[in-house]
């Protein structure tokens, strides 16, 4: 889960003829406040099980976000630098841990396969009337948690529109970008990142 939120928020920042990892290096150079709606569709091939809901990040570079999940299976994801959060409304509990350095994924196995070239990048693909640019790495190490991470930019734009990732089960997860803004990241943005956690709740630390 923490990877695919990690991966979402490259996305917003890639631009055309860059690989995902140099656009995340470029965005540590730059600790803006970056606000990104999203949806994200599961698909269970085996199962034939799909959902699909809308999904709100707040980040600044290099590991402080917040990840707000609707409905169904709604779940509020805060790393605030030093420990990770997690808040599932149905279970009325907050899992607490200590933020590891794989939120980061700059040397994790999903970040070196996005550093180096795609293994494809056709020109002539069209999305809701956009042509533009499918690009597909492809995981040969089987060290990844994805085989497969696609991204398909439109021409003329700084981002992804779409971006598509399928895990070792052959189960896929869509992100469709549908808005990002940016601006300084002042002093006052802290309080973004504290998990509002409900009175009654359960903290059940995981370390």
């Known amino acids: 889960m923490g990877m695919a939120i990690i991966v979402a928020i490259s996305l917003t920042g890639c631009v055309a003829g860059d690989t995902l990892g140099t656009a995340w290096e470029r965005q540590i150079e730059e600790p803006l406040l970056n ?8 698909v269970w091939p ?4 799909s959902i ?14 917040k990840a707000c999940y609707g409905e169904p299976d709604s779940q509020i994801i805060v790393a605030d630098g030093t420990r990770l959060w997690t808040y599932a409304p149905e279970n009325r509990q907050v899992l607490v841990q200590e933020q590891g350095s ?14 180096v070239e ?3 990048v056709r020109t002539d693909t069209t999305l809701e009337g956009r042509l533009g640019q499918l690009l597909t790495w492809l995981d040969e190490s089987g060290e990844c948690q994805f085989t497969r991470v696609e991204a398909f930019v439109p021409f003329g734009e700084q981002w992804p529109w779409r ?6 089960g052959g189960n896929s997860t869509t992100y469709s ?31």
């Open 177 to 207: 970008l549908l808005r990002w803004h940016r601006e300084p990241a002042s002093a006052d943005i802290d309080g973004i990142f504290v998990l509002d956690i409900p009175r009654g709740v359960e903290i059940v630390p995981l370390d």
């Open 118 to 120: 795609p293994a494809t």
């Open 102 to 115: 794989e939120l980061t994924w700059r040397d994790s196995p999903l970040g070196h396969l996005l550093k």
């Open 35 to 42: 606000y990104v709606v999203l949806t994200q569709e599961i």
């Open 52 to 65: 699909s809901r809308m999904l709100e990040l707040w980040f600044v570079p290099p590991n402080r976000f």
């Open 163 to 168: 971006a598509r990732l399928v895990d070792v």
């Open 46 to 49: 085996l199962t034939g099980d």
